[in-house]
């Protein structure tokens, strides 16, 4: 089995920053971050696949986003700049135990956690 607890998640305004963890137990592949604005469809965010180090990006985020995994460590961080209004969401942490075909679906993964609330003011 896996856990994933999201935290990190807060207010801030237009053009700050935050800084989302994913601290995972259990062996995971794929880690991805999702998010959940209301009345919207879910949206991949960002992935990563630390074996590899490869690394995704929704079009909207690149550029101000960044994921990472310190090595060795089962703690997945989405570094969060230059924050927009629409960025505002529930931020979810996604894990699957083997590569993905595409690591922005949310239907490729099996493990969610409970979700983190982002809100961004202009």
């Known amino acids: 089995q896996v856990q994933l607890v999201e935290s990190g998640g807060g207010s801030v305004q237009a053009g700050g920053s935050l800084t989302l963890t994913c601290d995972i137990l259990?062996?995971?592949?794929?880690i991805g971050w999702f998010r959940q604005a209301p009345g919207k469809e879910r949206e991949g965010v960002a992935a990563?696949?630390?074996?590899?180090?490869?690394?995704y990006y929704a079009d909207s985020v690149k550029g101000r986003f960044t994921i990472s995994q310190v090595p060795a460590n089962s703690t997945v961080y989405l570094q969060m700049n230059t924050l927009h209004p629409e960025d505002t969401a529930i931020y979810y942490c996604a894990a699957e135990r083997k590569g993905v075909a595409n690591p922005l679906l949310g239907r490729q993964y099996t493990f969610w956690g409970q979700g983190t609330q982002v809100t961004v003011s202009s």
């Open positions: 259990g062996y995971t592949y794929t």
């Open positions: 990563i696949t630390p074996h590899t180090g490869n690394t």
